[in-house]
C-alpha cells in the first residue's frame, strides 16, 4: 500500500472568509458565532453520546429533546425527528407510509433527491408540470388533474409532495392549496422546506402540511449533514416504528442519525435562525433590489415576479454575448467577479446564473450588484 | 409560538478536555490537531460543495475522490464512497443486493445496527451463536451449519455478515474463514470494521471481504456522524446503480451522502489514522496491561483472552459489593471517577463495565489504573 498522504495535510477553504458567496445553495449554511464556538466543544466523534440512554432524540445533556421539541413549534406540526439532511427525511417519509409500487405525485420544479429518494424505495413518481417559461409557477389545480387521473387509471398513491421553494427559480409555491387538495383527497401531504425552513417563517399545519422536511446545512446555518423532519402524530406509529428485537430503537432512523456535530451547529444556530426569519421581509426586499438592478443591464430574472425568496435564476444574454469575444470565453465572468472577492457563481456558464444575497449585508449586497455591473459595462 | 431559546445559547463540554474519556465508543473519535484546524475551514453547511459537479465523491477540491481511492487501498478492496457511518453503509449494501425476505447471516454479537438494518431493509436474520459465557466467541464452522440449515429449508440467502470486532467483547472474530466459507457457498460477505478499520491494520481481501463498512465517528478519529463503505468491483452494478432520471446519480446514495464538515475531518485525520494503526501492537499491549492490573482487583475480563482489541468489558463484582453499601449506591463508582478526571463509564453500572484505553499515553494508562484501583482499595 502506497498512499500519498500530503494532500490530506493543509486543507483549506477561502470562501466566506474571504470571499462573498453568491451559491444559493450556501447562503442560508454560514455559521453564526455561537455556532462555531459550540464547534470547539463538540467536534470529537461521536460527541453527543456522552449522556446517552439509547437513543439520539432523547438524549438531553446536549439538549438535543428539547431542541427537538422547540423545532416541531417552530414549524407547527406535532413530532421531530434529526436526519442527516432533507434527503433523507424524504426518504424516510416514502419508505415508511407508501407501499412498493405506489404513486408519488410531485411538482415539475421537484429537487432531483425527491426522484431519487422515490426510486431508492421502489416508487413510481408523476410529475405535475409548472406552467413553464419564464415564470414555471405550480397550479395547485393540476395537482387535482394529475390526481384525478391516477385514480381512474386505478393507481394507488402513495404519497402527494411539493417542493415549497425550489432550487431552481426559487418560486415559493402555494403549499397551502396543494395540501388542501391533498386532504380532500385523503393523501398524506410532505412538503419539502430544504429551501424555506430557517430563512423564513412555515407555518406546518397552516400549510396543511402531514410532513416538513428542513436541511440544516442550507438553510439554517448548520454544518452539513444534517436536517429535521417534521410531522403530524397520525404518522408516528408508521415512521418510528421500533425494532422487534431492540425496542427501543426506531427502524426508520437506523437508530440513530445526526449522531455528532452537525446537530450541535443546528441547535446553536436555533436563536439566530428563529430571530432571521422574522427579517425575511428584509431579505425579500433586498432579492428585489437585485433583481430590479440587474435587470437594467440586460440580465431577465426567471420565475415569479416579483421575486418573493432570496434565490434568483437570471438569464444573461449579455453574458454569453462577452463570453462569444473574451479570450477566457465563459470563464470571465466567474473570474473578473474572483477578482473583487466574490465567488460562487458557476465557473463557465454564461447563459443563466444562479445567485443569492441571503443574508448579506445592505452595503455587501450594494458591493455585488455594483460588481457585476462593472464586469459587463467594462466587457461588453 | 414561544420558546426558551436561552438552553441553546452555551453549549458546552468537558470530555477529552479536561476528563480522560474511557468510553470504547469516543476513543477511536477523537480528533487530532490538523482536523480541528480544517474544521475552522469547512465548518460551514455545504462546505465541501463549492467545487462540485455534480457528484460528493467526484469532488476535487477539497479532494474526496483522491481520498476515496486511497481509502480503498488502505482496505484493499476497489471501489469505496462516503456514508454517513457504518451503519448507514451495512443497510446501502442490503438494500441493494438482498431481494425483499431474503435471508442475512449474523453473528451473535452483531451489533443492533446490523439487525436494524436488515428490518429496515425487509430482510430475515439468523444469528450464529458464540459459545457464550466467558468469551463469546464466533466459531466461523458455526456459520457452515446455520447456512447449511437455511439451505435445507430452501431458504434464500442474501448476504452473509460479521462483525469484526463487536461492540460488547471486543473480540476479534476471524473474518478469514468466515469469508471462506461465504465465499465456497457462493454468498456475498459484509465485514462490520466500525470497531476495526481505523484502530488496527485491516486487509479486506485478505479476509475475503467483499464489503467492509467502517465508521469515520467510532474508529478514525473523524467528527460524526460520517463512514466509509469499500467494496469489490463486481457488486458496483448493484451498489452504484443511477438514477433513471438523473444518470449522474446514484440511487443508493440519494446523489449525494456526507455533504460536509464530517468527511473533511476524516481526510484531515487520515495520515494520523494511516500512522496509528501501525502502532496497533502497542495498543493491545496497553489493554493487556489495564486487565492484568485491574484482575489483581477482582475484575474478571469477559472475551477472548489475551485480548486482542482495546475495547475490554469487565465483570466487577468487587465493585456491585461496595454499591450495596455506599450510600450513593452504584453512582459510586461514576462519581469517584469523575473526581479525578475520569468519565465514560457509564453512570450507576457495577456489575460490569466497558472501557478503553486506545490513544492514552502510557502515563495516562497507568494513571487510570492507579485511579480505579484506588477507588476500589478506598471503598471496599
Known sequence: MKINLDKYKNLTRNFEREIINLNPIQRGGILPVEAKKAVYEFWDGYSVCDYCGGRLDQVSTPPICEFLEDFSKFVNLDISRPTHGAREG????????????????VDGNAHYTTYVSAERSRLNVVDVESDGYPTFRINPEKYKEVIDNLEDK???????????????????????????IAKEKGYPFLLNCAYSVGRMPVDGKKL????????????????????????????????????????IKEI????????????VTLMASFPHVVERVKRWDEEVKKTRYVVDELEKIGFKQLGVKPK????????????????KKDKRRGFFFYEELKKRGIGGIRRGVTKEIKMSVYGLTWEQVEYVVNAIKGVVETHK
Open 90 to 105: 424524504k426518504f424516510i417519509v416514502m419508505h415508511s407510509i407508501c407501499n412498493e409500487g405506489d404513486y408519488v405525485v
Open 154 to 180: 386505478g393507481k394507488n398513491i402513495g404519497l402527494i409532495l411539493l417542493t415549497h421553494v425550489d432550487g431552481n427559480f426559487g418560486n415559493v409555491e402555494d403549499a397551502k392549496k396543494v395540501g388542501k
Open 252 to 263: 426508520e432512523m437506523l437508530g440513530c442519525t445526526s449522531r455528532g456535530l452537525p446537530i
Open 308 to 323: 418573493e425568496h432570496d434565490l434568483i435564476k437570471f438569464e444573461t444574454p449579455v453574458l454569453d454575448e462577452i463570453a
Open 208 to 247: 396543511n402540511a402531514d410532513f416538513i422536511v428542513a436541511s440544516g446545512h442550507k438553510s439554517m446555518s448548520a454544518s452539513g449533514p444534517c436536517g429535521l423532519l417534521a410531522f403530524k402524530e397520525e404518522f408516528a406509529e408508521k415512521i418510528l416504528k421500533t425494532s422487534e428485537k431492540f425496542p
